[in-house]
């Protein structure tokens, strides 16, 4: 019995060393490609799945790896998406205004978990409930900076001419290679010190402090980290979306971000990928089906996916890692979501003319 | 360097339930020191005033001459003080080794920002852990299950896993909950071939809560035996068998509880 184990455990460590290898070359490639080979209204489905992907991947941090309840992290998407908006309006630096919206919501967080985190459990969920439902009405209240209810458009990200792209191509390369890097950063912190840690304070907090872990220390860390990702998100939100209002940032969203994290995988980086599909695709979806049973049709997809696959769509993937998730390295979500686009995209035929750019 | 523990006038009480009156006994370095008595003595409530989870209503805890009561559990585990759980709780879909490894944390350096672009630095602190843990599982008999999720591994074997947790930490004074709980007999002699070679090879004091007295007597240099939150008696461990007064706390009234 043990012996049996541990021969095929040996020969998924072959396979696994192979995909290790090739594995990220393979996805460095198909991201380098597939910008090109798309028309436009695919690129900019993949660019929206690539935003949502990083909220996702924010949310993951903080309560799929650290177990902390977080029904706000919508709330970050919206305050970067705002603090780039009211930067890119007032032509600061592009570099200054992407720092900005990196460090502002990281800051809010930081604050938010400091009092947050002294609370256990549910008290964390609730006055992170309050993060949305109070960014609304502020939104539309701080109209000197937001625009009020009409909200900020702001447009960058144009294709240089040197580099002979259409817009859509050149935004799609800056959503992944931004996105990209998140997810790297992420990824490489979830494993080693830092995974090791937000899982033992989400298992056993008492377990944590005996090895010399402040549970509370890492549920700032984790909630500041989310809000970081969350503010990346938001930046990438106006570079495609390029417009913003108080209802980017609404309780509804919030609820639908933390159902794509689970559909997608919680704890999981393949998973976050596919929340983010999940998020910009099924909406669209059952949009196609009939527009007047949407919410009914998502929350149909919602049960569904939960009884088949409790563990979310990540877990399909799941099976070749088997006791070494933290080290499997498969990522086949960029290779599925072109695909899956693609019918959405025909249906929507945007003529080839009015692509924006400098091919 | 192993440490002196010294537990003075413990006082612990929950609401109107007195937990501990007034408990005192000193652990000299490198003693393999036991508590013993029938279930709900407080043996395990004490511990916890010891490792930070509790806070003793009264009395001093001292590690090395330094009060500790009070202290954070994390602070604590940064001075040399680990400790094992009743019920073993490990991360069941990681595998062994990664759940070992967690005992390395305060010795690992760097923050989030060092750990997230990988330097040079992490990769070589966590590659050298890994061959600590390693090196600790072969020496506890639990090398062929490094890489296998601990789920997959018995409730006995988790607990030789926590243990080998709380030995990468490399602790002065190590605190073991009920280690021989639901061992078979077979395991409960390696755990004591284990802890013998703990004390012969590393420079460390330990603290075992027990109900085992096979293990106790085997292992032990002096027994403290606590009934009802009171220190009952204090000698050795052939001592605390032959005292009527022991004899009576466990077969007197627990005798049920503690036939098992």
């Known amino acids: 019995m043990a012996g049996a184990r541990m021969t095929t455990a040996a020969l998924s460590d072959r396979q696994r060393s192979w995909l290790r290898r090739a594995g990220p070359l393979l996805l460095v490639v198909v991201l380098v490609v597939v910008p090109l080979v798309f028309p436009e209204s695919v690129n900019e489905t993949i660019a929206r799945i690539g935003v949502f992907a990083v909220a996702v991947l924010g949310l993951n941090v903080v309560m799929g790896y650290a177990g902390q309840v977080s029904l706000g992290q919508i709330f970050f998407l919206g305050l970067g998406a705002y603090v780039t908006a009211y930067g890119v309006s007032n032509d600061w630096n592009i570099v200054v205004v992407f720092v900005l919206a990196c460090l502002i919501p990281a800051f809010v967080g930081l604050l938010v978990a400091l009092a947050a985190a002294r609370l256990g459990g549910l008290a964390i969920a609730m006055v992170t409930v309050a993060l949305p439902i109070v960014g609304v009405p502020l939104a539309k209240r701080l109209s000197e900076f937001t625009g009020g209810s009409q909200g900020l458009s702001a447009r960058f990200g144009d294709a240089p001419e040197w580099s002979g792209l259409y817009d859509d191509q050149w935004r799609l390369y800056l959503v992944l290679a931004i996105g990209g890097a998140v997810f790297l950063l992420t990824r490489n912190l979830v494993r080693g010190k830092y995974g090791r840690v937000l899982g033992i304070v989400k298992k056993n907090e008492n377990v944590a402090s005996s090895v010399g872990i402040s549970p509370y220390r890492y549920k700032v860390l984790a909630f500041t980290l989310a809000s970081l990702i969350g503010g990346v998100s938001g930046f990438l939100y106006m570079l495609v979306i390029q417009y913003t209002s108080p209802e980017t940032m609404s309780f509804g969203h919030s609820i639908q971000l933390l159902a794509a994290m689970v559909i997608g995988g919680a704890a999981s980086i393949v998973g976050s990928v596919l929340g983010g599909a999940y998020y910009v695709l099924v909406p669209q979806l059952t949009n196609l089906v009939d527009p007047s049973l949407t919410a009914l049709l998502q929350g149909a997809v919602l049960l569904v996916v939960l009884f088949v696959l409790p563990g979310g769509l990540a877990s399909l993937a799941r099976p070749l890692g088997r006791g070494r998730r933290s080290r499997a390295r498969h990522d086949p979500a960029p290779l599925i979501t072109p695909s899956a686009t693609t019918k959405s995209g025909s249906a929507a035929d945007t003529p080839e003319t009015e692509r924006q750019g400098h091919p | ?260």
Not at chain 2, 75 to 80: E, F, S, V
Not at chain 2, 158 to 178: I, N, Q, S, Y
Not at chain 2, 208 to 235: F, P, Q, S, Y
């Open chain 2, 1 to 260: 360097m192993a440490a002196e523990l010294a537990v003075q006038d413990v006082s612990l009480r929950f609401g109107g339930i007195e937990v501990l009156q007034e408990v005192s006994f000193t652990v000299e370095p490198g003693q393999i020191f036991g508590l013993v008595g029938p279930n709900g003595a407080g043996k395990t409530s004490l511990f916890n005033c010891i490792s930070g989870h509790y806070r003793p209503t009264a009395g001093t805890v001292r590690i090395d001459g330094t009060p500790v009561q009070g202290a954070r559990p994390a602070t604590l585990a940064r001075h040399g003080l680990a400790r094992t759980f009743q019920h073993p709780a490990l991360q069941l879909q990681e595998t062994v080794l990664e759940n070992v490894l967690l005992g390395a944390h305060t010795q690992l350096p760097g923050g989030p920002l060092a750990w997230s672009v990988r330097t040079r630095r992490t990769r070589r602190a966590e590659e050298r852990f890994r061959g600590e843990a390693l090196a600790l599982l072969e020496r506890n008999g639990l090398a062929w299950a490094a890489h296998l999720p601990a789920d997959e591994l018995s409730h006995g074997l988790h607990k030789g896993v926590e243990l080998c947790r709380a030995l990468l930490m490399k602790p002065r004074l190590l605190l073991l909950d009920e280690p021989a709980a639901g061992l078979p007999h077979t395991e409960v002699e390696n755990l004591i071939a284990t802890v013998r070679r703990l004390r012969a090879e590393d420079d460390i004091t330990v603290v075992i809560v027990e109900h085992h007295m096979g293990l106790i007597a085997a292992l032990t240099d002096r027994v403290v035996v606590l009934d009802h939150g009171r220190k009952l008696m204090e000698g050795t461990a052939a001592q605390a068998q032959s005292d009527p007064r022991v004899i009576e706390a466990y077969i007197g009234k627990d005798a049920a509880d503690d036939v098992a």
